[in-house]
């Protein structure tokens, strides 16, 4: 951020001839954000258009309010219920002004961070503020909760939607009424509020056009310098993929080497970010060859690609250089979110094609069936498909910026709302974070491997149920015979536990269902020197859910990665001598992490 002259008063009083300067010079950066807005527009690089989440929007919450107003009574029950909740907040409220002691109305959860200021509590003005806030709130939930005869579907649009528009609307989002913000405003007598406009022009600017919200300092990160460190070579390359090999760490190594398949939907450096954070290193110093594919980050000439092309230009092409440098026509596997669907689907191909090439395979936080696939499915139905199709049939790619704001809206009051106050209201840049800063990495996607994700898995969900056409080959699970290691994170919102546990009775080998604590990257990106978190196991993936699996389950403190490790050396402990990188056979292409994971959107 460049550097910005505020008048700010040295004491605590408020001044107020500064805060009439520093009020002046935020407008004035306001104005710089306005036109970094239209800039593009107005030079026609970007044309606006309304996006189709607004018109799906618009219908569920209309088919929402047709219910509560189609009949009188209950229309005046709706009335009522609200009003009967402002009626006893003013009370509580008129009561406190008297001195008296009075309960609250309603409480927020103990874990909302929005309301853990103490003046929330303490000044009534702002309590009385926030009470309002979540009396409205949880009435507009009931409203969809308590609507008869909306379909599952739309019920879970319903309620997305309703959330999204209920955080955007909460008090903590305004300075007026964020008592955080309002006392930084008068103590600093508003430079907060200079520094923030000219991150939101910047942040706009950095958008080109539209609104980029940093989540972490990108000053002091950078990939191949303080991320993606480990000392490795790309060996091949493609279209598609860059393939790395990384250089071993012992005298000893596994015999059969490791190919992670990382999701094309992001970097495969959130496997590799600080050293002190690295799976790969992790890996590496435990005596694996550790081989990677690191995703092209495509634009429109390659938006033909198909899931096809990924699976037999990615992995299938990756096993083939593994056996050219290393000699072992067997791997190991991982997949990593989307990139184990696409490991999935690899393994029931090569079952069915009869060829032996893996060894086992570890799912890291990765759906094979979605009947349970959580939020995203409010994004996914034929309507909403077909749009999307159509805009991508125009720039042949997905944007990554829309698929990120898409996971970032899944939990929005943490990783929209809270940097919009404190970024733009609070004037304070965020630091610098090795994992926020892969997440703000985004990456676009092939429209045809897209489209074909999209309605094979999410839509139809024809991997599980024996239907999924790949390479004109029928697909089933289970005749993949491999071990498999399955693990889910129990805060997870793309890849919910009870869904990954649901999909470990498709493979027709034994699987091993891992639960670990925390999300879908925390909870994976956990090393086991941090001493954080926990996970579960359980032998039992039979019928059933995922309460009673806890219920059973022993705990154990720490890492996953540790019993990780175990396990793949029960199934292969053979060891063979270091191995050079590539080979004489594969001459180095260029240092690890490669030139594609440079590629920015």
């Known amino acids: 951020m460049n550097d910005v002259s505020v008048e700010a008063h040295t004491g605590k009083k408020f001044d107020p001839e500064a805060f009439a300067m520093n009020f002046a010079k935020a407008m004035e950066n306001s104005g710089k954000a306005l036109a970094a807005y239209l800039k593009p527009r107005e030079s026609g690089e970007v044309v606006d258009k309304p996006p189709n989440e607004l018109t799906e929007m618009v219908k569920t919450l209309t088919a929402v309010a047709e219910y509560w107003l189609s009949d009188n009574e209950r229309s005046s029950d709706l009335q009522t219920r609200i009003a009967k909740g402002y009626l006893d907040l003013w009370g509580s409220a008129v009561r406190r002004m008297a001195g008296e002691e009075a309960p609250p109305a309603i409480s927020p959860a103990p874990r909302d961070k929005r309301f853990a200021d103490p003046e929330w509590k303490s000044n009534q003005f702002f309590d009385f503020v926030m009470q309002l806030y979540l009396l409205t709130a949880q009435w507009a939930h009931d409203l969809v909760r308590n609507a008869e005869g909306l ?4 019920r879970k649009k319903a309620e997305f939607y309703v959330g999204q528009i209920t955080n955007a609307l909460s008090p903590s ?3 007026l009424t964020n008592p955080e913000v309002l006392r930084e405003t008068i103590t600093s007598s508003g430079s907060n509020l200079v520094r923030g406009m000219q991150m939101l022009a910047e942040d706009i600017e950095a958008g080109k056009g539209t609104l980029k919200i940093r989540q972490s300092d990108p000053a002091n990160l950078a990939v191949g310098v303080n991320m993606a460190t480990t000392a490795g070579k790309v060996i091949f390359q493609n279209d598609l993929m860059q393939l790395i090999q990384y250089q071993a760490a012992t005298e000893k190594v596994l015999r059969t080497p490791l190919l992670i398949v990382p999701p094309w939907i992001n970097k495969f450096y959130i496997l590799d970010l600080r050293p002190e954070k690295s799976f790969i290193k992790w890996c590496v110093d435990q005596g694996v060859t550790v081989f990677v594919i690191s995703w092209v980050n495509p634009d429109k000439t390659l938006g033909a690609k198909t899931w096809e092309d990924y ?9 083939d250089v593994i056996e050219q440098a290393t000699g072992e026509m067997k791997v190991h596997t991982m ?5 184990g669907t696409l490991l999935a689907t690899t393994l029931a191909w090569l079952a069915e094609k009869r060829r032996q090439r893996v060894a086992s395979a570890t799912f890291l936080a990765a759906q094979v069936d979605f009947t349970h696939a959580g939020d995203l499915l409010v994004f996914v139905d034929e309507g909403q498909i077909s749009a999307l199709e159509k805009d991508m049939q125009e720039s042949g790619v997905l944007e990554g910026n829309k698929m990120a704001m898409a996971f970032n809206m899944l939990r929005s009051n943490d990783l929209i709302w809270s940097y919009v106050v404190s970024n733009y209201l609070k004037g304070q840049p965020p630091s610098a974070f090795d994992l926020l800063h892969w997440n703000s990495d985004a990456t676009r996607m092939p429209a045809a491997n897209h489209s074909y994700y999209l309605r094979n898995c999410y839509l139809e969900n024809r991997l599980t149920s024996g239907s999924l056409v790949l390479d004109n080959t029928l697909l089933d699970l ?10 889910a994170t129990r805060e997870d919102h793309i890849a919910p536990a009870d869904s990954v546990l649901h999909g470990s009775k498709f493979f027709g080998g034994p699987v091993k269902y891992v639960l670990a604590g925390s999300g879908h990257i925390a909870g994976v990106i956990n090393p ?9 196991t359980n032998e039992n993936i039979g019928d059933v859910s995922l309460a009673d699996w806890m219920k059973a389950a022993d705990e154990h403190k720490g890492s996953w990665w540790p019993d990780w490790r175990g396990w793949l050396g029960q199934i292969d402990s053979e060891e063979v001598e270091a191995r050079s990188v590539g080979g004489d056979a594969l001459p180095p292409i260029e240092d690890a992490p490669g030139s594609y994971v440079k590629v920015r959107a």
Do not use: I
Not at 151 to 154: E, R
């Open 311 to 319: 699976m037999k230009e990615g992995p299938l092409a990756a096993m």
């Open 335 to 339: 997949g990593y979110c989307v990139g």
């Open 478 to 487: 289970g005749k993949v015979k491999v071990p498999v290691y399955n693990l």
């Open 528 to 536: 086991p020197a941090s001493r954080k978190y926990q996970y579960w």
């Open 173 to 175: 989002n305004f300075v």
């Open 151 to 154: 379909d599952p579907h739309t």
